[in-house]
């Protein structure tokens, strides 16, 4: 065996990446509704190791095409409040006109005073402040799923 041959026989297999992990059954489909890549980026990781399917959107026009087309397999939209070019509350209420069932969960960095005064306390709708952890996000989640109305 030469140099060569015997460095790559020595080499570990590599680590996969945790976006290779894909989970073996999935607890359903989340549209993800933010605009600050890199909380869209973490969230998106932290529901799909936990077993959920995510359609991930930076706008309300995203949003908006992703749910035309899987609107029959979206469980839950979790939304940012402020997006670029609509606010989440407008964003949900026109999703619901599609699909009245759709639970919704608000996330946002002011207080839950200031979100829910202007409209979100509806049934079905929910709200989570940021920053939360991947268990608070989870529970969170799983929560709403399980709400009956």
């Known amino acids: 065996m030469n140099q060569a041959q015997s460095s790559q026989a020595m080499v570990s297999p590599p680590i996969l990446a945790i976006d290779e992990v894909k989970p ?3 607890h359903g489909t989340i549209l993800l509704v933010e605009d600050e890549a890199l909380v869209r980026e973490v969230t998106c990781e932290i ?11 930076r706008t309300a026009a995203e949003a908006t095409i992703a749910f035309t087309r899987y609107k029959n397999i979206v469980k839950l939209l979790l939304t940012d409040v402020v997006l670029p070019d609509r606010n989440g509350r407008e964003l949900a209420g026109a999703l619901r006109v599609a699909r009245p069932d759709l639970k919704t969960i608000f996330i946002s960095g002011y207080p839950e005073n200031a ?12 709200y989570l402040a940021k920053p939360y952890s991947f268990q608070s996000l989870t529970r969170k989640v799983r929560q709403v799923l399980e709400h009956k109305r």
């Open 115 to 126: 979100v829910t005064r202007n409209g979100t306390e509806e049934e079905g709708m929910f």
């Open 47 to 57: 529901l799909e190791i936990s077993g959920y399917r995510v359609l991930k959107a």
């Open 24 to 26: 073996v059954r999935t």
